[in-house]
């Protein structure tokens, strides 16, 4: 199976949790990678590997209840009409698609009475559009909260560290599960 797996944290140097995260995949599996903090996005080339892959996930932390800007630099420029849209587009009809999500926060404050102010599926119906639009297939979200190593801000690196291979290990078996 070929799996791309496109990272949205603008910055893997000053991360505990996706950094943790991308270096299980990178040990146990075979799966291309796109860094989109590390490099220069070349349009044609990530559309051709959107279009070579089986399956894309889609790897981030939440800031702000939403995706990096460095993922919605990278939708604004490759999900373009006619490719992902438009009456000669959709050409990702039917890729499938997974979330790998990280938050800091805890799942409670995703709620209308916590500090997110609405539960997290509604946040995450506003960052699957470009993906719904594109017609891709929603195979599942994995999404870890907690997963803050910042001790200013109330986290813990171990626990974080821990929770980053579980959520790693929850990826790695949904993928196995495909027996594409």
């Given amino acids: 199976m070929n799996v791309l797996l496109i990272d949205g944290h603008p910055d893997l140097n000053t991360s505990t949790a996706n950094a943790a995260i991308l270096s299980q995949f990178k040990a146990h599996t075979d799966w291309r990678f796109h860094h989109l903090g590390e490099r220069d996005v070349v349009v044609a080339d990530e559309q051709a590997a ?14 702000w209840s939403t995706f990096p800007h460095v993922l919605k630099k990278w939708i604004d420029d490759v999900f373009t009409y006619d490719f992902a849209f438009g009456p ?18 805890k799942e409670a404050s995703y709620s209308i009475e916590g500090f997110n102010l609405m539960p997290f599926f509604a946040y995450q119906r506003a960052f699957e559009h470009a993906f719904v639009a594109a017609e891709m297939t929603l195979l599942d979200t994995v999404i870890t909260f907690e997963m803050n190593a910042d001790p200013n801000e109330g986290g813990d690196k171990s626990a974080c560290l821990a929770l980053a291979r579980q959520h790693a290990d929850k990826v790695m078996s949904t993928v196995a599960a495909l027996n594409f």
């Fill in 88 to 105: 000669n587009g959709s050409k990702l009809k039917g890729k499938t698609l997974l979330f790998s999500i990280t938050a800091g926060a």
């Fill in 50 to 63: 959107l279009l070579a892959a089986d399956l894309v996930i889609v790897q981030f932390p939440l800031y």
